[in-house]
Structure formats: structure tokens, C-alpha cells
Nanobody
Framework: VQLQASGGGLVQAGGSLRLSCAAS????????MGWYRQTPGKERELVAV???????KYADSVKGRFTISRDNAKNTMYLQMNSLKPEDTAVYYC????????????????WGQGTQVTVSS
């Protein structure tokens, strides 16, 4: 199973970016998918998470500005980021809890490679 994150870049404060995370491989189903971010010297922090049934949780710092969504048919997750601030600058990672095909099926957690988001003031 691989997670491929894309969509990062350089944007001015107040601008928008849309991140994508595509999961590929022998995936039977994906339960939770989430976005995390990390800056140098700090721990990775949760940005937003979406459960297969539709439950969503956001970090307080991004509520009202970021929107997480997923397309279960495509095993893809998105993060629409609006009203970006310089403090949103970080490497953004996607994460997924997957169940693979097999007998028995195997549950595992995967991380994507990260995509850099830089917001200039």
C-alpha cells in the first residue's frame, strides 16, 4: 500500500491550496484518513481526520478555513485550505488506516511522503 500526497506549494497569506492523497495497492477498505503537519523541531500534529462513515475532526487552528473530504471509490482524500496563514507553513503528511485483501485480511496504518506548504506573509 502506498499513499501519494500532492498539491503543496508556495502561496501568499490569504491564498488557497488543495492537497490530495491517493492510496494505491491491495486495499480492501480504508477506515480513517487524516492530514498531519510538521515543522522543524516540533512534533507532527493532527490537522484533520475523516472516518469512512463521514465523521470529521479538525484541529482548532484550522477550523473554518480547512475542509477535509474523501472519495471512497478512488481511495483519495483531499484537504482544501483557504485563508492560509504563515503559521500554516509545514510539511503536510497524509495517513490512512487500511484493510488489505487476504485471508485473513491485514489491518495496517500508512503514511504518505509529505508535501511542503509554504505561506508567505
Amino acid at each position: 500500500v502506498q499513499l501519494q500526497a500532492s498539491g503543496g506549494g508556495l502561496v501568499q497569506a490569504g491564498g488557497s491550496l488543495r492537497l490530495s492523497c491517493a492510496a494505491s495497492g491491495s486495499i480492501s477498505s480504508i477506515n480513517g484518513m487524516g492530514w498531519y503537519r510538521q515543522t522543524p523541531g516540533k512534533e507532527r500534529e493532527l490537522v484533520a481526520v475523516i472516518i469512512r462513515g463521514g465523521s470529521i475532526k479538525y484541529a482548532d487552528s484550522v477550523k473554518g478555513r480547512f475542509t477535509i473530504s474523501r472519495d471512497n471509490a478512488k481511495n483519495t482524500m483531499y484537504l482544501q485550505m483557504n485563508s492560509l496563514k504563515p503559521e500554516d507553513t509545514a510539511v503536510y503528511y497524509c495517513n490512512a488506516d487500511t484493510l488489505t485483501y487476504g485471508d485473513p485480511p491485514v489491518a495496517a496504518n500508512y503514511w504518505g511522503q509529505g508535501t511542503q506548504v509554504t505561506v508567505s506573509s
